[in-house]
């Protein structure tokens, strides 16, 4: 079936270092890949989602890079801030059916 | 930006009772999704619709059942709530198309007691 598996439940770092969030999945055809963030007390939004060329999606410092190679679409910032602690979901869409299928989550908490 | 409105967006039930959490979308979207968040599990597919009188299975469907109305309006109900029911529940809908994003209401927080 298909599926996201996201490793890590909290990821804790301190401002102005690095962010990746890892995201692996598993689908039977090519699906597309989304990244969606959750801050307190607030519904899940759109963060970015994969494109079906090589281009990169990017958004709000955000990026993720789609590997079909290794099944992964690891979320990425070169620079944390305070602002970006929040829960973050990869999904994904799967061809053939209309399942919207997401991974456990990461809780991002970003220190000064 | 789309909308979809749950109500109620707090409720309180005993184990045993009739629950209905109802949920609208006024963005004329195709498919409708209602999940359950649960710490460490993340968000799990209870049901989703592609139109009015369609419901097909998702991946936690134990215990619940749906239904869909109109293209508007999706509903889902626990006719036997138990204390492992008590969780926050979104609805979400989406246009047609693979690429499309998924938009949320801002939840239901349901508790069994």
């Known amino acids: 079936g298909d599926s996201v598996t996201q490793t890590e439940g909290l990821v804790t770092l301190t401002e102005g270092l690095p962010v990746m969030l890892n995201c692996t999945y598993q689908?039977?055809?090519?699906?597309?890949l989304f990244w969606y963030v959750q801050h307190l007390n607030e519904a899940p939004k759109l963060l970015l989602k994969?494109?079906?060329?090589?281009k990169r999606p990017e958004h709000q410092g955000f990026h993720a890079t789609l590997h079909k190679s290794s099944s992964s679409f690891h979320l990425q910032k070169s620079s944390a801030q305070l602002s970006d602690s929040a829960l973050y979901y990869c999904?994904?869409?799967?061809?053939?059916?209309?399942?919207?299928?997401f991974g456990a989550g990461t809780r991002l908490k970003v220190i000064a | 930006e789309a909308a979809v409105t749950q109500s109620p967006r707090n409720k309180v039930t005993v184990t045993g009772g009739n629950v209905t959490l109802s949920c609208r979308q006024t963005?004329?979207?195709?498919?409708m999704y209602w999940y359950r968040q649960d710490t460490g599990h993340g968000l799990r597919l209870i049901h989703y619709?592609?139109?009015?009188?369609?419901?097909q299975i998702g991946d936690v469907p134990d215990g619940y059942k749906a239904t869909r109305t109109t293209q508007e309006d999706f509903f889902l109900l626990l006719e036997l709530a138990s204390p492992s029911q008590t969780s926050l529940y979104f609805c979400?809908?989406?246009?047609?198309?693979?690429?499309?994003?998924?938009?949320f209401g801002k939840g239901t927080r349901l508790t069994v007691v």
């Open positions: 979400a809908s989406r246009a047609g198309g693979r690429a499309t994003e998924v938009f």
């Open positions: 689908s039977t055809y090519s699906p597309f």
């Open positions: 994969s494109f079906t060329d090589n």
């Open positions: 999904a994904l869409s799967p061809t053939g059916n209309y399942k919207y299928v």
């Open positions: 963005n004329s979207h195709n498919y």
């Open positions: 619709s592609y139109g009015a009188g369609n419901l």
